[in-house]
């Protein structure tokens, strides 16, 4: 099926400082999302992100958290500055105009130190 | 609002029984329901979806599910299983138009032993 990546795998990273998690969606998608999901808990919803803007976020998509997409490369999130309780698993999700089924990629691993 | 309950967090069985793994919503309007299936240290992979029309879909692997409007329910179903089928099962619901956001369940952790 369609493929997601997400690049890295794994990001351990200092409290304070910024980070970016790189999602490079299915080739012809046009809807992203990013997804956080902590160790042996469910999988939440952050953001959406269509046309260059936010659609819809959630309360766990705070102040600190951005997204974008520049002219067709990755999409982000960016953290900045990053807290303890952001670690977690970060999911970049994709998907077309015609369709509202979701592509996940593998997810990139924060640990906030 | 709208929530997603799967009840079993742990399903074992074995290989060549018939496998149901539960799936319960909340949503006030026409929800949108969708399976995932995520094999360890894998992406989470589509399995199904109900949109609209028959309640039963029928997925990839041999997998379907069941709608049920009167009892909240999408309940995934495959049979015979097989021990490749092991994995963690993910229900989901959205709302009606594209890219709308999806709402999961915590996941069912299932093993299939040969």
């Known amino acids: 099926g369609p493929k997601v990546l997400q690049i890295p795998s794994h990001q351990i990273i200092d409290m304070g400082q910024m980070v970016t998690l790189n999602c490079d969606p299915v080739?012809?998608?046009?809807?992203f999302y990013w997804y956080k999901q902590i160790l042996g808990q469910q999988m939440e919803f952050l953001v959406n992100f269509y046309n260059g803007k936010v659609m819809e976020k959630s309360k766990l998509f705070k102040d600190q958290f951005s997204v974008e997409r520049p002219d067709g490369s990755y999409f982000t999130l960016k953290i900045q500055p990053t807290a303890l309780e952001d670690s977690a698993v970060y999911f970049c999700?994709?998907?077309?105009?015609?369709?509202?089924?979701?592509?996940f990629g593998a997810g990139t691993r924060l640990s906030v130190l | 609002a709208q929530s997603v309950d799967q009840p079993d967090a742990h399903v074992t069985l074995s290989e060549g029984a018939s496998l149901e793994l539960r799936c319960s919503y909340s949503?006030?309007?026409?929800?949108?329901l969708f399976w995932y299936v995520q094999y360890p240290g894998q992406s989470l992979q589509f399995l199904l979806k109900?949109?609209?029309?028959?309640?039963v879909v029928k997925g990839t692997k041999g997998f379907e599910a069941e709608f049920r409007k009167s009892n909240s329910s999408f309940n995934l179903k495959k049979s015979p299983a097989h021990w490749s089928d092991s994995a963690k099962y993910f229900c989901?619901?959205?709302?009606?138009?594209?890219?709308?956001?999806?709402?999961f369940g915590k996941g069912a952790k299932l093993t299939v032993s040969p």
């Open positions: 949503y006030s309007a026409a929800p949108y």
């Open positions: 999700a994709s998907s077309s105009l015609s369709q509202n089924t979701l592509y």
């Open positions: 080739s012809n998608h046009l809807y």
């Open positions: 109900y949109i609209t029309g028959d309640t």
């Open positions: 989901a619901l959205g709302q009606q138009g594209t890219g709308s956001k999806l709402s």
